[in-house]
């Protein structure tokens, strides 16, 4: 058998990566990637996370740039950028020119002239301004209307689900010190989005206020100029941190929470499939399947069935998450009882959430409908006595923070989350791991001590009525792709168990991070896919104390859980190199690796991750690029 290249054991596909050209402008550095502007830092401290200028289709899909004619110029701690650029989409073709310029004193000025030969549709066509996170979350900022007007304002700390920001023409916040960045931009009305609600770790300034109607047209012949100056004030630039001289990683003794109960999503297409890969699923250890009815068009108690008959198969629970069309509330709910009632001893929850086109799911009026959720609630409570009720939504965080479910009515809050909804590339990935804890904060400020779960957490986004996904034929990066090609590589493994990670000390109860079928299926052609392995030893710690784990660089991340008189440490390489790490005191320590050297073994070894053999003495790891390693080592007495 020929033997996959590099490319396709880290990233399932042979997509290159994108180009990157790094530049200065004074105390400035930013980089070049794609047409866009990436990681703005005024000496060294990340400033904008990314300006681009952005076209989306009717359907909400980001059209990639195809970029010609690129000139750089570098001079005198100056530089200059110049290209054109044509974004092509379903509806018709969008040319467009830039020019960038950043300036002696860190002034960067990014310009975009769009000039349509054809009527062209899009959703929003424009410039996209992200500020990050750290130093940014909960601080100050001062917004200058588009009347010039100035308002002191914050962003927000919880995740916000409403325009943070509008009818904005400039934003001032401090970096450190006595040093301001401005961002102004030009052309059209501006708004800010809190981006977490859709597990993006920032916050968002777009042009076209969402209570604008889309989609729109650019006439042909007209001509959309747009441009966004990022400056700053004077002041003395803080010393660039040179970053640790070695990774390490920090473990704590005492135990913090416990580690979720771990499901697996079944598609109602895929059941059978399942089915044929029973043996399989059972040995990954899962707690819970969680499979789908809706109400409008599956035959409820046939297809409940089978997911019972399945999940018995693999020795899981079934979390059954219903669809409810909520034209009538007791009737529907009266219905499932009696599709479902020999079913219910063999059901361990059921998450009933109303359909997509009956709660909130744009800011903006109309107000919650905070009503039909209590008639909801309070029906289910009566129809189903006795059972796990949950409530939320089978949406994104966004649709839960717009429609939350009355308190005193549910056992439990849920939605999902995919991190391909506005950027597919891999930084933006790994730097949406931030974004959980946030989220999960947000849940417990609103829903108390309500257990908390993820009924799908992973890239890509799962196929259904309240995500409009695209199915990615070519297998390349793509936002709102129902199949991601990291899934099912090396990335997907090392991603996965960061995001566990970022969701145990999140204190999240329960997370589906994989399906058994589909574009997030545990399975590879081969046999196993490396977040198989990642799943499978999360399910075997379930329930464990969990220890407080953390790595010195951004590069690496950590999990710890006692089990058994014994710690296990898990590490996930998030960068595409190799890592030494040093790792904490321990003795009598055993080792697990999962990179490119070990690929191919672990694809058809089950227990390859989840009880390592190989006796280990060093105080050091080395690991490939985006691997998984599992170290356990007895507890001191």
């Known amino acids: 058998m020929k033997r996959p290249t590099r490319n396709l054991l880290l990233y399932g596909t042979e997509e290159p990566l994108p180009e990157t050209t790094h530049l ?73 020119r830039a020019r960038i310029t950043g300036d002696p004193d860190g002034t960067i000025r990014f310009e975009a002239t769009a ?18 996170l750290d130093g940014v979350v909960g601080e100050p900022v001062f917004v200058t209307d588009v009347d010039g007007g100035e308002r002191r304002m914050r962003f927000p700390y919880f995740v916000d689900p409403e325009p943070c920001f509008t009818d904005l023409r400039a934003m001032r916040h401090r970096v450190t010190g006595d040093v301001w960045a401005t961002c102004t931009m030009e052309g059209d009305a501006w708004e800010t989005e809190d981006h977490r609600n859709w597990l993006d770790a920032s916050f968002k300034t777009y042009v076209r206020p969402l209570h604008l109607p889309y989609p729109y047209t650019l006439g042909a ?8 100056t990022v400056s700053f004030t004077a002041g003395t630039p803080p010393a660039i941190a040179t970053g640790p001289t070695e990774t390490e990683i920090i473990l704590e003794e005492a135990t913090a929470g416990t580690m979720p109960t771990i499901g697996l999503r079944v598609p109602a297409g895929g059941v059978e499939e399942a089915f044929a890969r029973a043996d399989a699923i059972r ?64 059901i361990e929850s059921l998450l009933v959430v109303p359909a997509e086109n009956r709660i909130r799911r744009d800011p903006g009026p109309p107000a919650p409908p905070a009503a039909l959720l209590a008639r909801l609630y309070s029906a289910a409570r009566r129809t189903f006595p006795g059972v796990r009720i949950g409530g939320g939504t089978l949406g994104a965080f966004a649709e839960f923070n717009r429609n939350l479910p009355p308190p005193g009515l549910v056992d439990f809050v849920a939605h999902t989350s995919g991190s391909l909804v506005h950027a597919a590339d891999d930084a933006t990935l790994i730097e949406n791991l931030q974004s959980y804890g946030f989220v999960a904060e947000g849940v417990r400020a609103a829903c108390g ?47 996965t168990l960061a995001s566990i990670g970022a969701i145990a000390a999140s204190g999240i109860a329960a997370v589906s991070p994989a399906s058994v079928a589909g574009g997030a299926s545990i399975f590879s052609p081969g046999g196993l896919t490396p977040a198989a392995h990642v799943v499978a030893g999360m399910a075997r710690a379930a329930g464990a104390p969990r220890r407080e784990a953390r790595s010195n660089s951004r590069g690496l991340a950590a999990l710890a859980f006692s089990s058994g008189g014994a710690t296990s440490l898990w590490l996930a390489n998030l960068t595409g190199a190799s890592q030494r790490v040093r790792l904490p005191g321990h003795r009598g320590a055993t080792a697990a690796i999962l990179d490119e050297t070990t690929a191919a073994e672990a694809e058809t070894s089950p227990d390859f991750l989840t009880t390592p053999i190989t006796e280990f003495a060093s105080s050091h790891l080395e690991f490939g690029a985006f691997g998984v390693a599992h170290i356990r080592f007895e507890d001191e007495p």
Request: with cysteine.
């Open 449 to 495: 001590g309500l257990p908390y779960r993820l009924a799908a957490s992973g890239i890509s986004l799962d196929e259904g009525p309240f995500c409009e996904t695209v199915p990615n034929r070519g297998l390349i990066r793509a936002t709102l792709a129902s199949a991601d090609p990291r899934e099912r590589a090396l990335f997907g493994g090392a991603w």
């Open 115 to 132: 000039f349509p030969a054809a009527d062209f549709v899009t959703n929003r066509t424009g410039f996209v301004v992200l500020h990050p």
């Open 24 to 96: 200065a402008a004074g105390p400035v550095n930013v980089v070049l990637e794609g047409g866009a502007l990436r990681w703005i830092r005024y000496g060294g401290i990340e400033v904008i996370r990314g300006i681009a200028f952005l076209v989306r289709d009717r359907m909400w899909n980001t059209a990639p740039a195809g970029i010609e004619n690129l000139r750089i110029d570098r001079e005198g701690g100056r530089f200059a950028v110049a290209f054109d650029a044509l974004c092509r989409t379903a509806d018709g073709d969008l040319p467009w």
């Open 221 to 228: 012949g007209e001509t959309c100029r747009q441009s966004v």
């Open 283 to 346: 040995r990954t250890g899962v707690q819970l399947l969680n499979g789908t009815v809706d109400l409008r068009s599956d035959d409820v108690a046939l297809l409940a069935s089978r997911y019972v008959a399945l999940a018995e198969a693999v020795e899981a629970g079934l979390a059954l998450q219903v669809i409810l069309p909520c034209d009538d509330v007791e009737a529907e709910l009266t219905g499932l009882a009696a599709g479902i009632a020999p079913l219910l001893s063999r």
